[in-house]
């Protein structure tokens, strides 16, 4: 197979911005097995020089906060008034783990029995392919080899950087440009290979499930969402307004954890909606490089057929395009792929926005009657990454919350930002 060239298109204009090229296939057969030499001198060093080196290259991922802003917000479309917060985040993260890792890593003594020892020893597993760029594998003694997003080629460059520059040994942090299913295959295939992190579209994830179908090898994926919201009767309609409209729109809608359904409470129901209303009236989409931007393009013109697709789909099955008027969302920046806004009413679960996930700047809204009825539309998803609820009496949202299907609940809160929330969060 010849070498891949791949080609990156900013969605803010449509144009080529970057080119990046991938290896050859004898090239990522090699990644395996420089990874593993690699680990079997990393897994000698200890926890605390692991943590060193982390440290290091947080503090140096951090000084190029505004470089790396600039860059995602031209690669991704997301506003500049909020990619820098990224960078800030992402190292807050990793700072989490760097807090934890003492903990985590430690040895957790078995049951006492006289003339036994027993303890379960945290040992690193091995090189790890992640098709996205995380911290927990270095700070625990694996080798690392990173594939990115075509769309932002240049992230896992920086961070290869940092960590060389923080004194990360040689080939434990290895990356490659890859736009072939195929080429993946063959890495995934690889018997070097301990473990295998993918975060990214449900086909795409299936696609790499099969590739290691044939492994013994454990493989973690992280798919798609369609997160749902419950709004109570006695919540602070305002505020819940406001709230929700961010969960929904934030990054135009592309986060895995943006809330893609709204379920509200009969009594309040117009009255959210007017308030949801009234907040989009205060959005602005267009330029991302304009710090006044608060809704910038979607990721690619695919992305944008796949959203239409859904509100006409809504439009011809009876829901109501019910998106206050707001000038920036009828006049936006020539060439860009950009998406209005829309709230839809009258929405139901035979929509494929209730069902599929739309991936973008939309908030369809569903009256319901009771609790139990909002649990049970909750539930019907084939989706469960995230869902949330919003009431005034904690407690009960708690209780609620127990019957949702979901890796994680949220209270009064979406997708939160910080490492650490205090904000319910049920994982499983």
């Known amino acids: 197979m010849s070498v891949e060239v791949l080609t990156t298109v900013s969605p803010v204009t449509n ?8 290896l050859s296939d004898s090239e990522v057969a090699l990644l395996p097995v420089f990874a593993t030499q690699a680990f ?5 060093t200890s926890l605390e020089q692991r943590q060193a080196i982390v440290k290091n290259a947080l503090h140096l991922l951090n000084g190029r906060r505004d470089v790396l802003a600039r860059e995602l917000t031209e690669q991704m479309g997301r506003p500049i008034a909020y990619t820098a917060q990224e960078i800030t985040t992402a190292v807050a993260r990793g700072e989490y783990l760097l807090r934890i890792s003492d ?6 003594d078995g049951e006492p029995e006289k003339g036994f020892k027993r303890y379960i020893r945290k040992a690193p597993l091995g090189p790890v392919l992640i098709i996205f760029a995380w911290n927990v594998a270095l700070l625990a003694g694996n080798s690392v080899i990173l594939k990115p997003s075509p769309q932002t080629p240049t992230i896992v460059e920086h961070v290869y950087e940092v960590f060389t520059k923080a004194g990360l040994p040689e080939k434990v942090i290895q990356y490659f440009h890859c736009g072939s299913i195929i080429r993946l295959e063959g890495i995934v295939q690889s018997p070097q290979i301990q473990l295998i992190c993918f975060t990214g579209s ?5 696609q790499v499930q099969r590739a290691a179908a044939d492994r013994v090898v454990p493989v973690g994926l992280e798919l798609g969402g369609k997160d749902p919201a419950y709004v109570r009767a006695d919540v602070d309609v305002r505020w819940a307004a406001e709230q929700i409209v961010d969960g929904a729109v934030f990054n135009s809608g592309q986060s895995c954890c943006s809330i893609e359904r709204v379920y509200v409470a009969e009594k309040i129901h117009d009255e959210f909606v007017a308030a949801v209303q009234d907040v989009l009236s205060g959005y602005k989409l267009g330029d991302p490089f304009d710090l006044g931007t608060n809704i910038g393009p979607v990721i690619s013109q695919r992305s944008m057929h796949l959203i239409t697709t859904h509100i006409n789909d ?15 969302f009828t006049s936006p920046p020539f060439n860009g792929n950009y998406v209005r806004p829309t709230l839809l009413t009258g929405v139901t679960h035979d929509m494929d926005v209730m069902n599929d996930e739309t991936f973008g700047p939309v908030i369809p809204v569903m009256k319901v009657g009771s609790d139990d009825e909002a649990i049970r539309l909750m539930n019907d998803s084939e989706f469960g990454l995230t869902a949330s609820i919003w009431t005034k009496d904690t407690n009960a949202g708690e209780q609620l919350a127990s019957y949702v299907d979901a890796g994680t609940v949220f209270v009064n809160r979406c997708d939160f930002p910080s490492a650490v929330s205090s904000h319910l969060q049920r994982c499983f």
Do not use: C, F, W
């Not at 449900?202 to 299936?206: N, Q, S, T």
């Open 15 to 22: 144009q080529p911005i970057l080119t990046r090229n991938g």
């Open 314 to 328: 809504a439009l011809e099955k009876g829901a109501v395009d019910a998106t206050p008027d707001n000038l920036s």
């Open 202 to 206: 449900v086909a795409a994830g299936l």
């Open 40 to 44: 079997n001198e990393y897994r000698l």
């Open 103 to 108: 903990e985590a890593l430690r040895e957790t």
